[in-house]
Nanobody
Framework: VQLQASGGGSVQAGGSLTLSCAAS????????MGWYRQAPGKQREFIAL????????YGADDVKGRFTISRNSAENTTYLQIEDLKPEDTAVYYC??????????????WGQGTQVTVSS
């Protein structure tokens, strides 16, 4: 499975972005696709994931309401829409695909990351 993330960029605070993660390859054992981010000097943080059945899960409270995960199953593409961007959202955003919702359990794959930079 290969994951290609795109859609990052530099935006002003208050703006919005939609990140895309296009998956290719044998997806038969992939049950979840999700998004994580890693800011400089910080650990990777879980943002959201979506199950094969379309159920969504979100991470910390500060992303709920501003981040929306969705997918186009026919195109094996997962999206992360981010509204009202804040400077603290600056990070590299990674997409993840896995058999389990928890990274490190079972087959899993990571995209190369896409940089989001938010200026005040």
């Amino acid at each position: 499975v290969q994951l290609q993330a795109s859609g990052g960029g530099s935006v002003q605070a208050g703006g919005s972005l939609t990140l895309s993660c296009a998956a290719s390859g044998n997806m038969i054992h992939i049950n979840f696709m999700g998004w994580y981010r890693q800011a400089p000097g910080k650990q990777r943080e879980f943002i959201a994931l979506i199950s094969r059945g379309g159920v969504t899960y979100y991470g910390a409270d500060d992303v709920k309401g501003r981040f929306t995960i969705s997918r186009n199953s026919a195109e094996n593409t997962t999206y992360l829409q981010i509204e009202d961007l804040k400077p603290e959202d600056t990070a590299v955003y990674y997409c993840h695909a896995g058999m389990s919702a928890t990274p490190g359990i079972g087959p899993e794959y990571w995209g190369q990351g896409t940089q989001v930079t938010v200026s005040s």
